[in-house]
């Protein structure tokens, strides 16, 4: 599996862009007008990123620019609109957060592992062409399959953890690991990797 296939997890946010529609809610509660005419664009800003992800040639530099661009503005809106009331709703609040996560795991995969990535992919290995940490959601429903998939997350006997290291590093590793434990905690939600070293 190529690491920068991940994009494709950009899909789950979809919903959740389109459901952090503020802009009908900021009224009133520490906000003001120019916080609503903010909160719309805010609002356009955040659905036209859900859509564009899905999209997003990350090998392209003037989209992958463009894409931090987006995120950028999207972690100002939430800073700038965070006084307001509606920003301190739970369903505003993961939206953002999920967007955020989003957005640092792209950067992290295709500006720091880029180099790694392609290491792993020249050597070739059955544990990294086999690794797929996601698992369909039909299969997450049966207990003993997640069990299974959550087990396996870094690949069969957590050897893609040994791989990384000897290819690229110990720093590689952590970044790689802190990233999936951050998209499967913040975003997928499929394991319980609250304490995982």
Not at 32 to 52: L, V
Not at 152 to 168: I, P, R, S
Request: net charge negative; proline share 2%.
């Amino acid at each position: 599996m190529n690491f920068l296939n991940l994009v494709i997890i950009g899909a789950v946010l979809i919903g959740a862009s389109k459901a952090a529609s503020v802009a009908s809610a900021v009224s009133g509660d520490n906000c003001t007008i120019a916080d609503t005419y903010q909160s719309i664009s805010c609002s356009f800003r955040m659905m036209d990123f859900g859509e564009k992800i899905q999209e997003l040639d990350v090998e392209d530099k003037s989209e992958m620019k463009e894409f931090k661009r987006s995120c950028a503005a999207l972690e100002n809106c939430f800073t700038s609109l965070s006084h307001c009331k509606p920003f301190n709703d739970p369903a505003t609040k993961k939206a953002f957060e999920m967007v955020k996560t989003y957005c640092g795991t792209v950067t992290f995969l295709v500006e720091n592992f880029k180099e790694c990535d392609d290491k792993l992919q020249a050597r070739n290995s059955t544990c990294y062409n086999d690794w797929d940490p996601f698992v369909e959601d039909v299969k997450l429903a049966e207990k003993k399959e997640k069990d299974e998939a959550c087990k396996n997350f870094f690949g069969k006997d957590q050897c893609l953890q040994k791989e990384v290291v000897e290819l690229c590093g110990q720093k590689q590793w952590e970044g790689l690991r802190d990233t999936l434990v951050s998209l499967n905690n913040d975003i997928v939600k499929q394991c319980d990797f609250k304490n995982v070293a």
